[in-house]
Every structure is written in C-alpha cells, then in structure tokens.
C-alpha cells in the first residue's frame, strides 16, 4: 500500500503541478524589460534605450500586459532587422521580466573611399553605416577604393566583385587579431596597382606592404625588423620599409 500510496503521489504532482505552474505564469504580467547588449564596451554603436524604442515601436506597450501574451519571436524579427544586431535572443522569465538580449555587430574597420563617402565592414564582412553618436577607434583604410555598386549597407562583401574591399578585411581582420599590429598599425593605404601601404603608431615611415599574398609572412619579417632592428638603428631613421620582396626587407634611409 505504502508503494501505491508513493506513485499515485508522483503522478499526482506530475499531473497538476505543471498545470498550477501554468496557471500562474499565464497571470503573470511584464514587469520589467531587462535590456542585454554583448560585445566590447568600447566599441558598442547600440544603447538599451535604442533597443527598447525598437520593441515598443513594433509592439505596443508590454509593461502590465500578461506575459503569456507576448510574442517573443516578433520582437526578436524586429530587433534583428537593426544594423548594429548580430543577433536578438528574447524570452520570459517567471519573475515577470521580458529579457531582450543583443549580440551587437563588432566593427573592424572604417573605410573611406573615394568621394570622401565612408562606411565600415564589421568582423563578418557586413558593411555598416557610420554613426553620428559613436566613432569606432579601429583600423581606417583610404586610398583608391570604390564601393562595388551591388554591394549596400547590410550586405556582406563575399560576393566575388569586391576585391580590394576582401583584401582590406583580410589584413584588417590578421592585424585586430594580433595584439601587437593591433596597438601599431594603424592605417591602410590602397593603391591604384593593387598594393597597399601601412602607417604605424610609432616610427616615421611608409610600410610597402606589395599586394596580400604572402601577408603573414610579410608580417613577421616586419615584426622581425621591428624587434631587433629597429631598437638598435632608431625608430626614426628610416622613410620606407619595403616588404614586397621575397625573403627580404629593404629599408631607405631619410
């Protein structure tokens, strides 16, 4: 009897605990709209204020409402189409609190092209529009650089006509991962020949960096010259470090 007794007990609770559960959940209402942005600090382009004036404006008023009557993908769909949002993730905790969290888009770098329009590409190749509250301390390259005309905000560069802009990302996405190039290089030239030019932070030269192939092997005989060259000959002594030829550097004195 004790055995029976246990399981009609369990099945007791299975039965009406979840629908109690629901029930209480179902009455519920939002209370609180908890606002979650992800990604550097210091190169955030999104505010909670901007979010919720997005979620408000698609949806109404949720303060007071039930809940259980809110769609979560619906915000989510709206929040999504913002530039700036990788990607929105919304949903209800039993405290009554609608969380809406935002993975936002990392710029990478800013690039100026010619006609003075500017723009940057994130670190998935998205083009993003500049902001007038935020400007993102990252990599700017300039130079004889043209947008290609099916290629818009929004978009991702991969599209196979974009070559200079695919060669930007690509040194721009070795030099943010590399925490040293990341502190000194700090502009991208593009010339009209297909090469690029690089200006450090520090040191008063040219760096002729040739086209991209072979670009991390160019970096490290840089970062070769730059560790025990340099140092010793000063940081100021030379005008152009060429790095476009194989298995070496040449240097021009001022």
Request: aromatic share 12%.
């Amino acid at each position: 009897m004790k055995v029976i007794f246990c399981w009609l007990t369990i099945v007791a609770y299975l039965v009406f605990i979840p629908g109690f559960m629901w029930d209480k959940y179902r009455d519920t209402v939002c209370g609180e709209i908890d606002v979650r942005i992800s990604g550097e600090p210091d190169r955030s382009f999104l505010q909670p204020e901007d979010i919720l004036e997005i979620v408000h404006k698609r949806n109404g008023k949720l303060l007071g409402y039930p809940l259980s009557s809110i769609n979560t993908k619906d915000i989510e769909e709206s929040v999504n189409n913002k530039l700036f949002v990788k990607n929105a993730d919304i949903y209800r905790t039993t405290g009554g609190r609608l969380v809406v969290g935002v993975e936002q888009r990392i710029p990478l770098l800013r690039v100026i092209i010619s006609g003075g329009e500017d723009f940057y590409i994130d670190t998935d190749g998205v083009i993003l529009p500049v902001s007038d509250r935020y400007s993102s301390h990252v990599l700017v390259a300039g130079g004889n650089i043209s947008r290609p005309g099916n290629i818009s905000e929004g978009n991702i560069i991969f599209n196979g006509n974009s070559g200079v802009l695919e060669d930007l990302f690509i040194l721009a996405s070795y030099i943010r991962n590399d925490p040293f190039w990341n502190s000194q290089i700090v502009q991208v030239y593009a010339r009209p020949d297909n090469e690029y030019e690089l200006i450090p932070r520090v040191g008063a030269h040219i760096i002729k960096f040739g086209d991209i192939s072979g670009y991390e092997k160019k970096f490290r005989k840089l970062k070769a010259l730059y560790e025990y060259g340099l140092p010793h000959k000063g940081w100021n002594s030379y005008e152009i470090i060429n790095l476009k030829y194989e298995n070496q550097v040449i240097c021009t004195r001022r």
